[in-house]
């Protein structure tokens, strides 16, 4: 039989895979492609439609993982130091989350409205770099996650 524990575990993991996985193709698969196949003017209509549509899809992502990680902390029953780390960066992860797709992609929206804008450039590799920085952070919080979950098996947390 199936735990709510193991349940709520694997809901997480999910999410953090549909995060990951949407930041990790957007930026190294998607936007590569759209700049050497598209004409400017094409690649800002086709860009502006994926930062809505993936912002939507990573950020009911990332709001999973911070109901179903509260969730987890009711199988803890002290604070491991690894694990203080780990939320203090999903608070980082999400800042820049939000950052990224909420006041960059507002931008970006807004200066390709009008066409083709020397400012879109220069704002879609930051809204890269934003998103590099969220994939590197969610990187080092599944680290610290497998450690922590090792942690609890080794404990019989998971029984």
Same mark, same amino acid.
């Not at 009711?74 to 203090?88: E, Q, S, T």
């Not at 807004?110 to 020397?118: C, F, Q, Y």
């Given at each position: &039989?199936?735990?709510? $524990?193991?349940?709520?575990?694997?809901?997480? /993991?999910?999410?953090?895979? +549909?995060?990951?996985? #949407?930041?990790?193709?957007?930026?190294? *698969?998607?936007?590569?492609?759209?700049?050497?196949?598209?004409?400017?003017?094409?690649?800002? $209509? +086709? *860009?502006? @439609?994926?930062?809505? $549509?993936?912002?939507?899809?990573?950020?009911?992502?990332? #709001?999973?993982?911070?109901?179903?990680? &509260? %969730?987890?902390? &009711?199988?803890? $029953?002290?604070?491991? %130091?690894?694990?203080m780390?780990?939320?203090?960066?999903?608070? /980082?992860?999400?800042?820049?989350?939000?950052?990224?797709? #909420?006041?960059?992609?507002?931008?970006?929206? @807004? +200066?390709?409205?009008?066409?083709?804008d020397?400012?879109?450039?220069?704002? &879609?590799?930051?809204? @890269?770099?934003?998103?590099?920085?969220?994939? *590197?952070?969610?990187?080092?919080?599944?680290?610290l996650?497998?450690?922590?979950?090792?942690g *609890?098996?080794?404990? #019989?947390?998971?029984?």
């Amino acid at each position: &039989m199936i735990s709510w $524990r193991i349940t709520i575990l694997f809901i997480h /993991v999910t999410a953090v895979i +549909v995060a990951l996985g #949407g930041a990790l193709f957007s930026t190294f *698969a998607l936007t590569p492609v759209l700049a050497q196949e598209l004409e400017p003017a094409m690649r800002i $209509r +086709v *860009a502006r @439609r994926v930062v809505r $549509r993936l912002g939507t899809i990573v950020l009911t992502a990332l #709001g999973l993982i911070v109901f179903t990680g &509260m %969730l987890n902390l &009711m199988y803890f $029953r002290a604070m491991p %130091l690894a694990l203080m780390i780990k939320l203090a960066l999903v608070v /980082v992860a999400l800042g820049l989350a939000l950052y990224q797709y #909420g006041r960059l992609g507002a931008e970006l929206w @807004r +200066v390709s409205a009008s066409g083709p804008d020397p400012r879109f450039a220069p704002l &879609m590799a930051r809204f @890269r770099r934003v998103g590099l920085t969220v994939g *590197a952070i969610i990187l080092i919080i599944v680290y610290l996650s497998l450690g922590l979950t090792r942690g *609890a098996v080794a404990a #019989g947390a998971f029984h």
